[in-house]
């Protein structure tokens, strides 16, 4: 094993450094054969003939933003994707266990999404909402016949970041009231607006942001200090309104599990509380679903309804649209009213390519019964991560709902000090031996498996296995 044979070598036996660490894997070999192979699967990419992964590498670092960060050490250049899989440039097959950062749902390139994509676009590309076009009136039916209670007006935009920057915004205009309340360790996108929700200081740039906004303690049954007991956390929001706002606000918004934040649920009882509160406050209530929305909880098609609340405005993005530039804010046709009140518009928004994918990636989770195979899949991997946990001290907690679930690395299971170089070690080995795990939570010491919903049985146990492999590595 990589880690135990550079400890033999060196005389330590000892929790590595970042810095030997890095030593030790140039010298070791990873060849990943200790856990078998992925399972079989009928497709082989077509051989990729375009510039070398050091060519690609050397494009990037001189025509692209510094600020866009690699996910591995030795970053894997990815070419082809089929289903739950990821292919590089040598054809090289990798279990894909983010799916794109919680973006691809029902599958790379799937068939029936590529099929409504190329058809659209052959009849035609682009025109705007100025002009009638049957794709984005019955995707908005299609997708409003999808959520409960009076949530039945659509306004279709490109991301996660512009749904939850216009959320707010109607949220204002609706109660004329500008306070909003956020959650520690949130995320909501990287807009001006939105990185003022941010509750985590590694993604917030130095610039004036976050006017009017409160955030109020994270309800997180693991680390936060009220551990599972939601009620008691949503006293936090009453003292907020009390205290910090004129007494009335414009509203609350959260993620029903924290995705950036690392797979985080918030604790039992927490949101009806909340949004009782707010309401009384005269608040509306925003769910961001970008993360858990379309079944990938496995209990229910919105991550908040495992809640038993019904939001005021529910936003999302990424698996909506399955990787295509595709978000969606969802409310109520008195909320939806206030944005008439002065000229709106949206170039691409609803765009007769995106809602013809959107509509099939609706049609494929009703026929492929991806909600299902969400809870079925999902309570298999829990279980295969919690077994993990039993055997492996430096797992702190396991965590989530169906295929939106997280595993911490933590030094100590008492004190909780965050494992981040055993995690980066592990997130790296992972990759050596075929599995591309997501990373996150606010020291990065969280494993991020958000697979797309396509992902098998059999895959899960390559995961576990890869996952066991390197853990027992440290």
Not at 69 to 83: A, E, Q, R, S
Not at 214 to 231: C, E, I, M, Q, S
Not at 371 to 377: I, P, R, W
Request: net charge neutral.
């Amino acid at each position: 094993m990589a880690l135990q044979a550079c400890r033999a070598l060196s005389g330590k036996s000892s929790r590595f450094t970042p810095a030997f660490s890095a030593r030790c894997m140039s010298q070791v070999a990873t060849k990943p054969d200790s856990i078998g192979e992925l399972p079989p699967f009928d497709y082989k990419p077509a051989p990729y003939v375009g510039p070398s992964k050091e060519e690609v590498l050397a494009l990037r670092k001189e025509h692209l933003s510094p600020a866009m960060l690699y996910h591995f050490k030795n970053p894997v250049m990815i070419t082809h994707g089929k289903m739950q899989y990821l292919f590089d440039e040598r054809g090289r097959r990798y279990l894909d266990a983010f799916a794109g950062i919680v973006t691809v749902s029902v599958g790379h390139c799937h068939p029936e999404v590529n099929k409504a994509v190329i058809e659209q676009t052959e009849r035609l590309q682009h025109t705007t909402v100025i002009y009638l076009n049957n794709q984005i009136a019955e995707y908005a039916k299609e997708l409003t016949d999808r959520m409960p209670g009076n949530l039945k007006v659509a306004y279709f935009v490109n991301s996660g970041s512009e749904a939850n920057d216009m959320a707010i915004m109607m949220a204002r205009l609706y109660t004329g009231q500008y306070d909003m309340i956020a959650l520690r360790n949130g995320y909501h996108g990287l807009t001006g607006a939105t990185m003022g929700l941010m509750g985590l200081h590694t993604w917030k740039a130095n610039i004036p942001h976050g006017f009017g906004v409160h955030h109020a303690l994270n309800p997180d049954p693991y680390r936060g200090v009220f551990g599972n007991d939601g009620p008691a956390y949503a006293r936090d929001v009453t003292d907020i309104i009390q205290s910090s706002t004129p007494g009335r606000v414009a509203g609350f918004i959260s993620e029903t599990i924290q995705g950036v934040g690392g797979a985080v649920p918030l604790a039992d009882g927490y949101l009806p509380e909340v949004y009782k509160t707010v309401r009384e406050a005269g608040g509306i209530c925003i769910a961001d679903e970008v993360q858990t929305g379309f079944g990938r909880t496995g209990s229910n098609y919105w991550g908040f309804q495992n809640a038993g609340v019904t939001p005021d405005i529910v936003t999302m993005a990424k698996g909506i649209g399955n990787g295509l530039p595709l978000g969606a804010v969802v409310t109520t046709p008195e909320i939806a009213a206030t944005l008439a009140q002065r000229l709106h518009f949206n170039t691409y928004g609803g765009n007769p390519v995106c809602s013809a994918g959107g509509r099939a990636v609706l049609r494929v989770i009703d026929q492929e019964g991806i909600q299902a195979k969400a809870a079925d899949v999902g309570g298999h991997l829990l279980k295969g991560l919690r077994g993990l946990a039993a055997k492996h001290d430096v797992i702190g907690d396991v965590r989530g709902l169906g295929l939106m679930t997280g595993m911490e690395l933590v030094k100590d299971r008492a004190t909780k000090e965050p494992a981040k170089e055993e995690t980066a070690y592990v997130f790296e080995r992972c990759k050596d031996l075929g599995v591309l795990l997501g990373k996150g939570g606010l020291h990065g010491n969280v494993f991020r498996i958000k697979p797309p919903m396509c992902i098998t049985k059999p895959d899960v146990d390559f995961l576990v296995a890869a996952l066991d492999q390197a853990l027992s590595e440290l």
